[in-house]
């Protein structure tokens, strides 16, 4: 693991010679990294528990000299809090599907990509939608459909590439169902297995309307009951006949529990209590890293996706937003990369990853093959030993393979009602 040296040993110098404010103020997003130490710095972010490390605050403090406060709330506690509470945050960590939802009302501020200094780097998916040139976008809210805007007040998403971003890209990934191998003992290659009358009382859901229903959709496909003509912008009738199937499967006794948190997922699954249920992969992680077996399983119909950012508030300005715009750039610049594919996510600017993590960590978590050594969290504990393969293979056969993106549909109101009738029946 290679360590950031040249952050350390500018900052050191520069602290040193008591120039720190003066270079901070000289240097611009797209030169050196800024130093704030004199500065007093403190943003404070809000986000969802996947990304609020106190590792990477440390991080930034070292490097940066910015504090960061990080907040961790579940995903529609994210949305209210953005969309109600404007002063109440400085940086909103918050996913594609979101920004759907608070852009409109007007406490984020369109970032200028001109001051992203790994713009180039930044994958596909969050430009044009495509992974790789011949890549087919996937239904459902895709990053790049919500992306930008038209210019620095603009209120409408624009359909390509402006120059302004509604937030920046950090972190994405391909989500399945999590399963204890172990308690199952069998082959599970379908969407279809979360609603096997098999796993009665054994099987969870989370409880997320806009990530929820595209586990519900994914399952009614492979179960051929439903056939969507967009399965992430259903009618209503498509919403009611996919909660429907679902609340026969919740009267029959099919679900154990319906969970909001990644922690909750992991006692859930670490206990034995649930052995096929939707999942993040942290919670898979976690589990793992207790010693017990947990599979990210690759299903045939493929991978519901996601993805997240870092968007500023409205009010944010001065030195404040210099340092947040500072802060963006230096998460996209590795070393936060590296330490979040050490939980199965990838970086948006993923090549910028490879630095900060070592061969065989690279060609474990990103190229698919065989661990030659032992695999570790971002804790640095154990997960696998040599020999391990990630579930599902390379960084192109994952997200290659994604079949919808969560998602905020058209009728959203009426499937939040649905969906919170289902969850109280």
Not at 157 to 166: A, I, K, Q
Request: glycine share 10%.
């Amino acid at each position: 693991m290679k360590a950031n040296s040249k952050s350390k040993i500018s900052r050191r110098s520069l602290l040193k010679s008591g120039v720190a404010a003066t270079t901070a103020a000289a240097a611009g997003t797209l030169g050196a990294p800024m130093i704030w130490a004199q500065s007093n710095i403190v943003l404070r972010q809000s986000g969802t528990g996947v990304s609020a490390f106190n590792e990477i605050a440390a991080k930034a403090k070292e490097d940066l000299g910015i504090t960061m406060e990080m907040t961790a709330l579940d995903s529609d506690s994210v949305v209210q809090k953005v969309a109600t509470q404007p002063k109440s945050f400085d940086i909103a960590d918050i996913e594609y599907w979101m920004c759907k939802k608070v852009w409109p009302i007007g406490n984020l501020q369109a970032m200028d990509t001109s001051k992203i200094a790994n713009y180039d780097k930044i994958v596909g998916i969050f430009k044009n939608g495509k992974l790789t040139p011949t890549s087919t976008i996937a239904q459902g809210t895709a990053p790049h459909t919500v992306s930008f805007v038209e210019g620095a007040n603009g209120k409408s998403f624009s359909s390509e590439e402006t120059g302004w971003m509604t937030m920046i890209p950090t972190i994405y990934n391909a989500d399945t169902l999590g399963i204890r191998p172990d308690l199952i003992n069998r082959p599970i290659n379908t969407w279809a297995e979360l609603l096997n009358p098999e796993f009665k009382g054994k099987a969870s859901i989370l409880d997320i309307s806009s990530i929820g229903i595209m586990d519900m959709a994914m399952v009614c496909e492979a179960m051929g009951e439903i056939q969507y003509g967009d399965k992430g912008n259903m009618t209503k009738e498509e919403i009611d006949k996919t909660i429907g199937i679902f609340t026969e499967a919740k009267k029959a006794g099919q679900f154990r529990a319906f969970w909001k948190s990644f922690d909750e997922s992991v006692n859930l699954m670490a206990s034995g209590e649930v052995v096929i249920q939707s999942m993040w992969s942290p919670a898979i992680t976690a589990v793992r890293s207790k010693g017990i077996p947990c599979v990210y399983q690759p299903l045939k119909e493929g991978y519901r996706s996601w993805g997240g950012g870092l968007g500023i508030a409205a009010h944010l300005s001065g030195k404040e937003l210099d340092a947040a715009y500072e802060y963006i750039n230096w998460y996209l610049s590795g070393w936060v990369g590296g330490f979040l594919m050490r939980q199965g996510y990838y970086s948006a600017a993923v090549e910028t990853s490879k630095e900060y993590m070592s061969a065989d960590e690279w060609s474990y978590w990103f190229e698919g093959k065989a661990a030659k050594g032992d695999i570790v969290n971002p804790q640095g504990v154990k997960m696998e030993s040599a020999g391990a393969v990630r579930d599902g293979g390379s960084f192109y056969d994952r997200m290659g393979s994604v079949a919808c993106w969560n998602a905020v549909m058209d009728e959203n109101q009426y499937m939040v009602r649905k969906w919170n009738e289902f969850i109280a029946s």
